[in-house]
């Protein structure tokens, strides 16, 4: 296959290939839409569908697709030939400019959250230039945004767009003001560290839980879980080193930063992690490496988790995204400088990064809200659902000096004057120190850490806007200032004493934390889903959202719809699997062994009457109790499903989930999972989380 550097991007067709492709006015035409946004005209896209469609062809495609991200947390795609009747009988190979700039998929089966009632299902898909169109099994994929025909969002891409434009609009406002005319644009850029699990194909097909729902609803304890930290950075066994190995060469293919590799903390729990690059570009590529890193599994006889919680009591999987904000010139706005006024610029941004997670923590944890992560957040292995700022004892000191003017206790003692004053040299945090923060700053980028594996990337709508309305604050003040030295002062200053309470570098997983931030600070603490999505319609943040023009409220009220929607249907598949599970395997299973163990009783008497069969009377009684208690709490949990008709909206029902359905999962759980350790291993109809946590060699 030749070396890396031959491959990589063969299946892409990037900017190299555009050049080659396309004559030259062409070229030039669509860079500009690529970069500045420009219009396309239909004579370009027309030349540019057909350098497409014979580049796919020549790379064995025979159809092409509008990928876009429903609101449904996967990527769709609905796939078209290229092929077209020729007179002569025979077909020729077609693809239009119209055709590659808009696609009208039946969408009516897509959540819209009552934005698009079924009977004008037609929403529409439009090309997003800015992310490259790839092959993938013979379809040229063309990544598009996703929109209602009264041009209402109904992906995620289209508002990540929004809000990275209204984040370099306001950004770039700041720069002016400190005199950085030659920038054009701002950008965000992510490089997510992606976390999952493998196991066998063959233990996962008899695991109806992993099946339906992609986690184990049951499972006693192993012997063995993660308390040795010995999988953590261990050596990689044979198995998953090859299936690393395809994938490395999948998304090398498609043009996809694939660089960093590791076992995890949890057995068979691994980490893969790209370069970094452009957010729009990295939600793409995200999401194409989850399809891919399933597609690959399945190859070697293997299934790749990318559930938040897979297993109880083992750590879970969640998506690190590394954020920072970078001009199209080349500086990263998120590092400090070298000069007194890189620095000051430096921390305008990192004060408006403050604040906004500040204003808008409601939002953030909004932001990675889905069922499943409810299980991480706050479970002693993620961060909390408290949202709060780790910066570092040094950076943390440094605003302290500048917000009480006393000089900076450093290497050296330095009074802080902004402007005047190169930042003193801090040490950039590579330790783990900060894991248990969900927003960490490890030196020129922040860590949001808070991210599950299954969420997209684009959850960063929220942190960009919020960014984007401290940006518009500062702009608005400081394009007005008379003397901005001043004004610049006053406001950083402004912004760490008002703000100074959403910085926290202590233990994350301390209780003693969580009640500091709820009592004394009165920050959020917003545990599940139904607990933190209705803020999403408070004034505030609908205010904040619609002024930027990421969302309309109308949209804002869908994604309310629709996020709640999926929780309460993907606790309630939970819950019927599990009833299902215990009802028709599970007790059976359990009754099947007692009756041979009390026909192993009443066999031994048989041959000598005096034999007391403690050890068989015993286990019977605790086998019997327990499928006692599993047949009730199965009615419980049917009882607890059924009450959800009674609810009103989708509101309540969320709220119903939470308080009595969960509960009961858990309730029934636990004779099942302790029947389990006391029921001989062959009469078990599932592999145990032994198996399946150690079943890859
Ligand atoms: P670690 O977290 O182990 O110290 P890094 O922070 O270097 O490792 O890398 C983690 C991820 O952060 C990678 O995807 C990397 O490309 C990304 N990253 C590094 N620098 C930046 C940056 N300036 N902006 C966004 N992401 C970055
Ligand atoms: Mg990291």
């Known amino acids: 296959m030749g070396t890396v550097s031959d491959y990589f991007g063969s299946l892409v067709f990037d900017d190299r290939v555009m050049k080659a492709t396309l004559s030259a006015p062409v070229y030039q035409s669509l860079k500009k839409t690529i970069d500045e946004g420009a219009k396309l005209d239909i004579s370009v896209a027309n030349a540019v ?26 990527t769709a795609e609905k796939h078209d030939s290229f092929i077209s009747p020729s007179p002569d009988g025979g077909v020729v190979m077609e693809f239009s400019g119209k055709e590659l700039i808009k696609g009208e998929p039946d969408a009516s089966s897509f959540p819209s959250g009552g934005l698009r009632a079924t009977f004008e299902a037609r929403g529409y898909t439009a090309w997003d230039p800015t992310s490259y169109a790839f092959i993938k099994d013979k379809t040229l994929c063309i990544p598009t945004a996703f929109c209602s025909y009264g041009g209402e969002a109904l992906d995620k891409k289209t508002p990540l767009l929004r809000s ?115 957010t729009n570009i990295a939600t793409d590529h995200n999401q194409l490496t989850m399809e891919l890193m399933q597609k690959v599994a399945a190859k070697h006889g ?67 809200a889905t069922a499943g992560n409810d299980h991480r957040l706050g479970a002693n292995e993620a961060p909390p659902a408290v949202v709060s700022i780790f910066l570092g004892d040094e950076l943390s000191a ?75 604050i500062y702009a608005d003040r400081l394009e ?64 904040m959202l619609t002024s930027h023009g990421v969302f309309s409220e109308a949209e804002l009220r869908s994604r309310y719809e629709i996020t709640l929607e999926n929780y309460c249907k993907t606790v309630v598949i939970e819950a019927n699997t599990m009833v299902d599970m ?61 009450e959800l008709q009674k609810a009103e909206d989708i509101g309540a029902e969320s709220e119903a989930i939470r308080d009595r359905v969960l509960p009961k999962m858990g309730e029934l759980r636990l004779p099942c999972d302790e029947a389990e350790t006391l029921t001989a291993k062959s009469y078990w109809p599932y592999p145990s989380y032994g198996d399946l946590l150690f079943g890859v060699k």
């Open 49 to 74: 569908a057909t350098a497409m469609k014979d580049w796919a062809v020549a790379h064995g495609a025979t159809h092409y697709t509008h990928w876009f991200q429903p609101l449904t947390g996967i």
């Open 164 to 278: 990275m434009e209204a984040l370099n609009k306001q950004a770039l406002r700041i720069l002016r003001l400190f005199g950085n005319d030659n920038v054009k644009c701002v950008r965000t850029s992510v490089g997510p560290e992606q976390e999952y699990f493998l196991i066998t194909k063959e233990m996962y097909d008899r695991r109806p839980d992993l099946r339906f729902t992609g986690r184990t609803l049951f499972g006693a304890k192993p012997p063995k879980g993660q308390e040795m930290d010995d999988h953590y950075f261990g050596v990689v066994k044979p198995r998953v080193a090859a299936y690393m190995a395809e994938l490395n060469d999948e998304l090398w293919k498609r043009g996809i930063l694939a660089k960093t590799e590791h076992n995890e903390v949890a057995p068979a729990q691994h980490e893969l992690a790209p370069i970094y690059t452009t």
């Open 302 to 368: 293997l299934v790749c988790l990318l559930h938040e919680k897979p297993f109880a009591g083992v750590n879970g999987s969640g998506k690190h995204n590394n954020w920072s904000i970078a001009t199209d010139t080349g500086v990263n706005l998120l590092s400090p400088g070298e000069t007194p006024y890189e620095n000051a610029q430096f921390l305008l941004f990192l004060c408006a990064v403050i604040k906004a997670v500040d204003d808008y923590q409601d939002l953030l944890r909004i932001a990675v």
């Open 398 to 472: 440094v605003l302290e000096a500048i917000e009480n003017d006393t000089p900076y206790q450093g290497a050296e003692k330095t009074q802080m004057k902004l402007g005047v004053n190169v930042l003193p040299k801090f040490n950039r945090d590579t330790t783990d120190r900060n894991r248990t923060s969900p927003f960490a700053f490890t030196g020129n980028k922040f860590e949001f850490r808070m991210l599950g594996s299954s969420n997209s990337i684009a959850c960063d709508i929220m942190l960009n806007s919020a960014v984007a309305e401290s940006l518009k």
């Open 480 to 543: 007005k200032a008379e003397d901005f030295e001043t004004a610049l002062h006053d406001m950083i200053c402004k912004t760490i004493r008002d703000h100074k309470r959403i910085i926290f570098n202590g233990n994350g997983y301390d209780d003693t934390w969580i009640r500091e931030a709820t009592e004394k600070r009165g920050l959020l603490n917003y545990r599940t889903t139904p607990d933190c999505i209705p803020h999403v319609l408070d004034k505030k943040n609908v205010n």
């Open 582 to 642: 215990a009802r028709t395997q599970i007790a059976p299973a359990v009754e099947a062994y007692t009756m041979d163990v009390a026909k192993a009783a009443a066999a031994k008497k048989a041959v000598a009457p005096s034999l007391a069969c403690t050890y068989e009377t015993e286990l019977i009684q605790k086998l019997s109790a327990l499928t006692d208690s599993i047949a009730m709490k199965v009615e419980e949990l049917q009882d607890a499903l059924l």
